[in-house]
């Protein structure tokens, strides 16, 4: 514990950077994503391309991803630019699959219901699938918040500054409680923003405290998200 | 566009197979560490699984267990197992961590095929008198098999991924390219190494795919990952009705 008594500065430093490095890609991910779920829901036939495109680009190992971007979009290889937008890819391949299966939760019934009530195409997505889809959408943004946190780390391996940086030099210094200190911060970087995505959740959602009749088809469409995407 | 040229020229070089670094045996040593991941990963992780899902307990862990391995950095776990075992013992480690990261995937396909069953199916083989061991093995594994492939796919991607990683606490594998040409700063052999990896992936991505794609087949209707009964609207089961009143 000597070790991050001496260095408390720099651990600061770089779980403030990590956390920072990971915030954008997160964002881009949701924005990103969830006009592309919609129209992969909506068009029958843009949702094979669109789904197998998407599953394709997260097969992509990160490392090699960080490596082969560069020289595609004519940046350095040390860019920091280089990690936000490789996590961006991540993040909307994942988030688009969620966003998918989140408006196909949403009751068929309810929907036909909303029509006979007189709502047209547009304004059903907003008052009534978007809304209805929204605790599926927010277990796929968890899934997608705590992997990003995760992935970052990889990016020390192509210059970027995080709090991967603690795993190398513990390792080349021989520090274990150096490493140690790395994944602890980084994992309370995710619980944060799990935490936080939570609470903004309950915030923008009050009805899912309550469950109502289509909350058993909900729930088990958010586990199913929660439990089978994940980060490679 | 040049440095992909450059990379192409890399791999194709006669060096390639008769050098210091052949791709074969990096190929090689990359698959033998999926593979043997992989396996041990199933080992533990479809049993628990399968508990899971035919009892319904314990739901929590296997939530709880893909959740905290999402936030597990891997590269972290790689270097401290590595630096606790010995930089002399690095595959053991390396090994450690792959199933680490594996068996949560694995878990959670095994424990969703059999959640994602029908009800109804379940309990008209029951009613049928088959015992639980045989609803097990006879309905429940077979009807989800095609979501516990995809917990093996993405177990697998995994462990690829992260065994890019393992190069860097002096293992070989693929990743050994990527880390000597970002050091000696050979934009070839990194690029090339890139290539190589992606491929890797996505060729063994594609054999999980065909492979859920002929358990669909040989299971007729079975449960989909994504596409639960578009016009049936289904009635809450027992399962599910004490799931609701759990959270109020």
Redesign the interface.
């Known amino acids: 514990m000597n070790w991050v008594g001496a260095n408390r500065d720099l651990i600061v430093e770089l779980t403030l950077t990590h956390a920072r490095l990971s915030l954008l890609p997160i964002l881009i991910g949701f924005v990103v994503a969830v006009p592309l779920g919609a129209f992969a829901w909506r068009f029958r036939w843009a949702r094979g391309l669109t789904l197998t495109v998407v599953g394709l680009l997260y097969t992509i190992p990160s490392l090699a991803l960080f490596v082969l971007l560069p020289p595609i979009i004519g940046i350095s290889f040390l860019s920091e630019l280089n990690v936000t937008i490789a996590l961006s890819i991540y993040a909307v391949a994942l988030m688009t699959r969620s966003a998918t299966e989140a408006l196909e939760s949403v009751d068929p019934d309810v929907r036909g219901a909303a029509s006979a009530m007189g709502y047209s195409g547009w304004g059903r997505f907003w008052a009534v699938d978007l809304p209805l889809a929204g605790p599926v959408l927010l277990a796929g943004l968890r899934v997608v918040s705590v992997s990003t946190v995760s992935l970052v780390t990889v990016g020390v391996l192509v210059g970027s500054r995080n709090l991967g940086y603690l795993f190398l030099n513990g390792l080349q210094r021989g520090i274990v409680a150096e490493i140690a200190t790395g994944i602890v911060m980084t994992v309370l970087i995710a619980v944060v923003f799990d935490l936080l995505l939570a609470t903004a959740g309950r915030l923008v959602m009050p009805w899912t405290r309550g469950a109502g009749a289509g909350a058993g088809r909900t729930r088990r469409a958010a586990r199913r998200v929660a439990l089978t995407e994940g980060p490679t | ?1 040049n ?2 040229q450059d990379a192409l020229a890399w791999l194709t070089d006669p060096e390639r197979s008769s050098g210091p670094n052949p791709l074969v045996d990096r190929i090689g040593e990359h698959l033998w560490y999926t593979v043997l991941a992989l396996v041990v990963s199933a080992l533990i992780a479809i049993p628990l699984g399968y508990l899971i899902g035919h009892t319904g307990r314990g739901r929590q862990l ?2 709880l267990g ?2 905290a391995a ?11 197992f ?3 075992v010995g930089v002399g013992n690095a595959q053991v480690a390396a090994i450690a961590v792959f199933v680490i990261l594996g068996v ?2 694995i878990l ?2 095994a ?2 095929g059999v959640e ?1 069953v029908d009800r109804t199916v379940v309990d008209a083989a029951r009613a049928m008198g088959m015992t639980e061991t045989q609803i097990l093995f006879r309905v429940e594994a077979p009807l989800g098999l095609p ?1 516990l492939l ?2 093996l796919r ?2 697998a ?2 462990i ?2 992260t065994a ?2 393992a190069a ?2 002096g293992l070989g594998g693929l ?1 050994i390219y ?2 000597r ?2 050091s000696l700063r050979t ?1 070839d052999e ?2 090339g ?3 190589l ?2 491929l890797l ?2 060729a063994v ?1 594609a054999v999980f795919a065909i492979g859920e794609w002929v358990a669909r087949r040989a299971i007729g209707s079975g449960p989909t ?4 009964h ?2 049936r ?2 009635p ?2 027992t399962d ?2 004490s ?2 009143e759990e ?2």
Do not use: C, H, K
């Open positions: 566009m440095l992909f296997a939530v893909s959740g999402r936030a597990l950095p891997s590269l972290g776990l790689l270097t401290i590595t630096l606790l949560p995937s959670a396909g424990y969703a994602a979501l995809g917990g993405s177990a991607l995994q690829i991924a890019v990683l860097y606490v990743g990527i880390q040409g970002i934009y990194m690029l190494g890139a290539i990896i992606v992936a996505l991505d990952r994504s596409r639960p578009p016009d609207t289904e809450l089961t599910q009705q799931t609701l959270i109020r």
